[in-house]
C-alpha cells in the first residue's frame, strides 16, 4: 500500500523517495511470493458501486459519474439505513498516528524521525524501523494506517514492532482516553451532524469558576456559521457556554463537545442545548443538518 495522509494536509505523507521507495519495497515481496517464499495471505471479496444499492439508485442510474468520495460517503449512509453504523470507528476512521507521538523521516518510509508521548514511554526513539502493528507486518505508511484503524477504539493498548539497528523489538505502547480523536475537519461524512457552530473546551479554572463539573462537556461556542442563521437551525452566540445535551452533562468516554454531538446526535435531527449566556442558564433546542454531499476542501 502507497499513500494516505493526516488532519495537516492531503500530501502529508506522499513524495518522490517515499514513493520509489514502496514500490522498491514491493518489487521485493512480488520476488519473494514468486519465490515461493512468502505465505500467501486471502484476498477480500472485490466490491464494485454498482453492489452497493443507494449508491446505484442514486448515482449511477441517475446517470452521475461515481466519484471516488461517494464510495465512503454511500457505505456510510447504507450502514446508517442498516443499523450497523458504528460513529466510533466510521466516523473517526485512519486515526493519527501523531497523537500517540509518532512521527516518521517521510522519505525513508516508517523510519521514526522523533518519539515522544505515549511511543517514546514505551521506549520508541528516533531511527527505529518500524515493522509491525498489531501483530501485522507493515512495510509503508499505507500498511501502518490500514493495520492501526483496525485497532478497536476502546483498546488500552497497542503493540508495535521496530528493528533498532538489527534487532528487533517489540513495544507495549498505552493508549490515551481519545487516542482515536483526529480533527474531521478535511472528511466531513454526510451521516455527521452539522450544528453549524464550533467550540473549544472550557479550562480547569473556568469551570471552577462557573461552578461546573471537571469533567463536565462544557464547551464555550467560538464561531457560528452564517448557515446556522439561513437555514434556522439555533440562535446560539459566540460567547455561550453550552453545559449540556439533552440533559447529558458528563461522557464517560470523551469530555468533546463537537464528539459528543457527532456520536450521540443523528444528522438531520434535533438536541436541547443547555447553555450560560450572561450569566444565566437557558435551553436551546438546536437542530442539525444533512449535506448530502461532502464539501470541497478549502
Known amino acids: 500500500r502507497y499513500g494516505g495522509r493526516d488532519e495537516t494536509a492531503p500530501e502529508a505523507y506522499l513524495n518522490y523517495e517515499s514513493l520509489e521507495l514502496a514500490l522498491k519495497l514491493g518489487l521485493e515481496q512480488h520476488a519473494k511470493a514468486k519465490a515461493g517464499k512468502l505465505p500467501a ?8 458501486p454498482a453492489e452497493m444499492p443507494l449508491l446505484k439508485q442514486e448515482v449511477m442510474d441517475a446517470g452521475r459519474c461515481v466519484e ?4 465512503g460517503d454511500y457505505k456510510l449512509l447504507e450502514k446508517e439505513q442498516w443499523g450497523t453504523l458504528d460513529k466510533l470507528t466510521d466516523l473517526y476512521a485512519y486515526p493519527d498516528i ?3 507521538g ?14 515522544t508521548g505515549a511511543v517514546a514511554e514505551a521506549g520508541m526513539l528516533a531511527g527505529d524501523l518500524i515493522e509491525a502493528i498489531i501483530g501485522e507486518p507493515v512495510l509503508t505508511f499505507g500498511d501502518l494506517q490500514y493495520e492501526y484503524n483496525k485497532v ?3 483498546a488500552t493498548e497497542i503493540a ?11 513495544l507495549k505502547v498505552a493508549l490515551s482516553k481519545e487516542w482515536w480523536l483526529t480533527d474531521l475537519y478535511f472528511r466531513y461524512w454526510t451521516v455527521e451532524p452539522q450544528p453549524y457552530f464550533m467550540s473549544k473546551p472550557l479550562s480547569a479554572e473556568r469551570r471552577r469558576v462557573l461552578g461546573l ?12 456559521d452564517p448557515a446556522a442563521q439561513v437555514y434556522n437551525l439555533h440562535k446560539l452566540q459566540v460567547g455561550d457556554v453550552i453545559t449540556a445535551v439533552d440533559g447529558v452533562e458528563r461522557d464517560g468516554f470523551t469530555q ?7 456520536l450521540h446526535v443523528d444528522s438531520g435531527s434535533k438536541f436541547v442545548a443547555r447553555y450560560l449566556r450572561n450569566g444565566e442558564n437557558h435551553d436551546m433546542v438546536v437542530e442539525t443538518f444533512r449535506e448530502h454531499f461532502r464539501k470541497v476542501e478549502q
Do not use: S, W
Open 68 to 71: 471516488c468520495h461517494l464510495v
Open 152 to 154: 478497536p477504539r476502546t
Open 98 to 100: 501523531k497523537r500517540i
Open 160 to 170: 508495535l514492532v521496530v528493528n533498532r539497528g538489527g534487532t528487533r523489538r517489540e
Open 102 to 115: 509518532i512521527e516518521l523521516d517521510i522519505p525513508k518510509g516508517l523510519v521514526v524521525k522523533a518519539a
Open 41 to 48: 495471505k486471502p484476498r477480500p471479496k472485490a466490491m464494485y
Open 213 to 224: 463539573p471537571e469533567d463536565g462537556l462544557a464547551a464555550e461556542v467560538v464561531k457560528v
Open 256 to 262: 468533546n463537545l463537537d464528539v459528543y454531538i457527532r
